[in-house]
């Protein structure tokens, strides 16, 4: 059990490593993708899902990734819901992430 939840731990950092890999500027798409390929495996091999946050850096449909600016297209929507579309411009898919956020109610707590 302790080994288990070491190794999910492990990999949910060494995931995060890969994508910051990916998203460097300096990364040759290339190895990019194969960056991201290498994070999805080591997630489905310790059962760890991609953080939220970092999947909006793969392409939901090709599973390459995206840059923003470079291979993604990111828009702030507010209709019909408050999301954030991004477009994958290798293979023309666009995902919607809706979010909800509730301001800080200011002069309480
Ligand atoms: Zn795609």
């Given amino acids: ?18 994508i910051s890999l990916a998203l460097k500027p300096d990364t040759p798409l290339v190895y990019a993708d194969r960056y991201v390929e290498l994070a999805r495996k080591l997630g489905m091999r310790a059962r760890v899902s991609i953080p939220r ?26 209709r019909p819901k408050k999301s954030v579309s991004v477009k994958c411009l ?10 909800s956020y509730e301001p800080e109610k200011i002069g309480e707590s």
Avoid at 1 to 18: D, G, L, P, Q, W
Avoid at 90 to 99: A, D, E, K
């Fill in 1 to 18: 059990m302790y080994r288990k939840r070491r190794t999910r731990k492990r990999a949910v950092r060494e995931i995060h490593y890969f």
């Fill in 53 to 78: 946050g970092l999947k909006l850096f793969i392409c939901r449909r090709c599973k390459r990734v995206l840059k923003p600016g470079l291979t993604g297209i990111y828009r702030v929507r507010s």
């Fill in 90 to 99: 290798r293979c023309g898919y666009t995902h919607r992430y809706v979010y």
